[in-house]
């Protein structure tokens, strides 16, 4: 593992190097200076085009070349929702919504709603390149599922030029970002036209084509994220504005819901948040002194445990370093399975900034958690803890997310939650940190995750590495045993052979002295 590392970085270093020395000084103009400058910056991203391009550094560099030219062509570091035309967004044609069973995010092509027409193509295509380009910032280069629902579509709908730019987006633009296209009720009458799409992904990427049809669909999308007509449950009907989320809502705490202070929210919400405060204010006139957290963990024995614990984790865990936060872990939540009974994971937060900054915890399955705090704030200089846990019969799964969301506040502002609730109210979007979690369930007993009840036992949280080590030991173990059994089963056979030999001998002694007296 730690060979595979350095292989890695190498790679990623002459990459590095050579686009700097090779391209850029004759081809810098074609380039955008943020795209060439995240480049110098983030190994992550050099890497998905190694992997894209099976480390070949030459093919990368290629590859390298021909997105950032891409990318400045169709301005891609600058479209916004009010660069593309209103229209598009309302016609529902391309949109994010949902995950397959994998944990992957969906992207969503409903083709029926798509007319070709040469006049609006390059407007259309910037739409695609804006919900990839949104996707990539906000989940980090996560990769994506892509879905086309050809139900209700006949020829009229068939345009294989905006096709092509869909699949040449994961093929050229965005490496390492595209699991599977998944292709539902295809029409006969585009049998043809899809053979030349096979032949514009190429051989590495055919495999990813999954046609599909009511019937099997589900086995790579769950029912909960399929409209009725493709045989599912989901009850999502898309609309714009707003743009589409993954509709984050508040989880529990562990004295009921804490809601949002979006102005969306319903009165039920907001009188349910009245009553929350009331019960916070008294908590927090317990424990003054407690200056990073508005929602204060009880103090009973069992809690106090749990804090510890949590402390405990935070040795193993990952960061994803933000300008106002460093959260940790940086990607995942690991929960154990549903039959290892209820789990609890910690997410640290430490304020890195000069100002106190508020922060406010959001799950897409809010019956399922229960986070303490979920809407708080933290001090310069200081870390949290938040525990997250499942309650109830629920399990956790590849599909549930969180959202942490994040703002600087003004010294003269209040930490207290009515000051919290205004402060979110007011908040311009563009001041607000975003940043994304997904679960990871293990179906061990004992994971390697970073749960609190591992930590309860004192048992050091494992790496990839650490595991690697584990199974390589393991097997040689294996193979000792195999040897001594082998060696074993030889002496056996040997044995037997000898004595069947020395019975022989006997009996042939035998045979002779009888045979001399007669």
């Not at 949109?95 to 397959?100: A, C, S």
């Not at 910032?137 to 006949?154: A, I, N, Q, W, Y």
């Not at 304020?351 to 229960?370: D, G, L």
Request: overall charge negative; hydrophobic content about 35%.
């Amino acid at each position: 593992m730690a060979e595979q590392r350095q292989d890695k970085a190498a790679l990623v270093s002459e990459t590095r190097r050579r686009f700097e020395v090779e391209y850029l000084p004759d081809k810098s103009d074609k380039y955008d200076s943020r795209d060439v400058e995240r480049l110098q910056q983030d190994d992550k991203w050099i890497e998905n085009y190694l992997i894209w391009r099976h480390d070949v550094v030459d093919d990368t560099l290629k590859m390298i070349d021909e997105s950032f030219q891409w990318r400045k062509e169709y301005t891609v570091n600058d479209l916004t929702e009010s660069v593309i035309p209103k229209w598009l967004f309302e016609s529902g044609s391309l949109f994010l919504h949902g995950y397959d069973k994998e944990g992957y995010k969906l992207f969503w092509f409903r083709v029926k709603h798509h007319v070709r027409d040469p006049k609006q193509q390059l407007e259309k295509k910037k739409l695609v390149a804006f919900w990839l380009e949104h996707y990539a910032k906000r989940d980090h280069g996560k990769p994506l599922t892509v879905v086309f629902d050809m139900s209700e579509t006949g020829i009229s709908h068939i345009d294989l030029d905006f096709v092509r730019f869909i699949v040449n987006c994961f093929t050229d633009y965005y490496p390492n970002f595209l699991t599977k296209i998944v292709i539902f009720e295809m029409p006969w009458i585009m049998n043809a036209a899809f053979k030349i799409v096979k032949g514009w992904l190429g051989p590495d990427a055919i495999s990813m084509l999954k046609f599909t049809n009511k019937s099997d669909v589900q086995e790579y999308i769950s029912g909960e994220y399929l409209p009725p007509h493709m045989g599912g449950t989901d009850s999502f009907k898309y609309s714009y504005p707003p743009l589409v989320d993954d509709d984050f809502q508040t989880p529990l705490c562990e004295n009921g819901p804490i809601t949002s202070e979006d102005e969306h929210e319903s009165k039920e919400e907001i009188d349910a948040d009245t009553k929350e405060t009331g019960e916070l204010n008294e908590t927090q006139n317990l424990n003054q002194k407690k200056m990073n957290s508005v929602e204060q963990i009880s103090k009973s024995e069992e809690t106090d445990k749990t804090e510890i614990k949590a402390k405990n984790a935070k040795k193993a865990l990952t960061t994803f370093k933000g300008s106002l936060l460093h959260i940790s872990p940086a990607e995942e939540l690991y929960f154990g399975s549903k039959e290892t009974g209820e789990k609890k994971c910690l997410i640290v937060l430490t304020n890195v900034t000069k100002n106190v900054v508020a922060f406010k915890v959001r799950t897409t399955a809010p019956e399922k958690y229960r986070v303490k705090p979920s809407n708080s704030s933290c001090e310069p200089g200081t870390s949290l803890d938040i525990i997250v846990s499942l309650h109830g019969g629920f399990a956790a799964s590849l599909q549930d997310r969180f959202l942490i969301m994040a703002a600087e506040m003004d010294q003269s502002s209040g930490a207290g939650v009515p000051e919290l609730t205004q402060f979110w109210k007011e908040v311009p979007r563009t001041k607000v940190m975003e940043h994304r979690l997904r679960c990871h369930v293990i179906e061990s007993s004992k994971p390697f995750s970073l749960t609190l009840k591992e930590n309860a036992f004192n048992i050091p949280a494992k790496t990839n590495e650490d595991l690697h080590i584990q199974l390589t030991h393991l097997l040689q173990i294996n193979k000792r045993l195999q040897e001594q059994i082998d060696r074993c089963l030889w002496f056996q056979q040997l044995s037997t052979v000898l004595s069947l030999l020395s019975v022989t001998v006997v009996a042939f002694c035998f045979y002779l002295m009888y045979t001399q007296r007669s």
